[in-house]
């Protein structure tokens, strides 16, 4: 069966450097999710979006955004990169906001040096 | 706010034997989900197990069951017949129903399988 897609899966940046990191859904699937995992940490949730529309918001700073397309992929636009921002970035996909289960892609690591 | 509580930061069965890894939570909402995600090494969420709150009976999947106490918020993950592919990262994660979407996490309980 065909999961959630991230991409790249690595990626190198320097401090002050800008970084987008794209995710594309479960085939039809309509809401996606923005995840933050730091070294040893849980995943704090950054922000979702359902039927290309932000549907809620997390810990998220100002110097993220975010989008989701009409082909329901989304894109995570870092800039300003901090040495804090490295840190496991996954996205998940549901059908549905009150779908009860989120199905997580690899992730990809963001490394800022 | 929700919290997600898990106690225990590691644990370690031996291969073939019975392990349960603990989870509390926090809600003042009546209908919610309750999940078990593992987290290999590859660093992969993978769903384990889900409850849903207004369901009494306990999952199961295989060798992984539940037991849900819901007065007590409780959500405590048993492993059976554990096996060296087993270990990981657990991490215990609560979703409302109906108000914010998010998933929230526990900080989650390092398994450790010996053989």
């Known amino acids: 069966a065909a999961g959630v897609i991230q991409s790249p899966r690595h990626l190198i940046k320097e401090k002050r450097e800008t970084a987008t990191l794209k995710c594309y859904p479960i085939?039809?699937?309509?809401?996606v999710y923005w995840y933050q995992q730091g070294p040893g940490q849980d995943p704090q949730f950054l922000i979702s979006?359902?039927?290309?529309?932000?549907?809620d918001k997390g810990s998220i700073p100002d110097r993220f955004s975010a989008q989701q397309f009409s082909d329901y992929h989304s894109e995570l636009n870092m800039s300003s990169l901090e040495l804090g921002d490295s840190a496991l970035y996954f996205c998940?996909?549901?059908?549905?906001?009150?779908?009860?289960?989120?199905?997580f892609g690899p992730g990809t690591r963001l490394t800022v040096l | 706010a929700q919290t997600v509580t898990q106690s225990q930061p590691e644990m370690s069965v031996q291969e073939a034997e019975t392990v349960t890894l603990s989870c509390t939570y926090d809600?003042?909402?009546?209908?919610?989900?309750l999940f078990w995600y593992k987290q290999p090494p590859s660093r992969q969420m993978i769903l384990v197990i889900r409850?849903?709150?207004?369901?009494?009976q306990n999952a199961t999947e295989n060798r992984f069951s539940v037991n849900f106490q819901k007065a007590a918020k409780s959500f405590s993950l048993k492993i059976s017949d554990s096996q060296l592919g087993d270990a990981a990262m657990y991490f215990c994660?609560?979703?409302?129903?109906?108000?914010?979407?998010?998933?929230?996490f526990g900080a989650g309980t390092r398994l450790t399988v010996k053989p």
């Open positions: 998940a996909s549901s059908s549905g906001l009150a779908a009860d289960t989120q199905y």
């Open positions: 085939p039809r699937h309509d809401t």
């Open positions: 979006f359902y039927e290309k529309m932000q549907s």
């Open positions: 809600t003042s909402e009546s209908d919610y989900y």
């Open positions: 409850q849903e709150a207004y369901k009494q």
């Open positions: 994660a609560y979703r409302a129903l109906y108000n914010n979407n998010d998933m929230r």
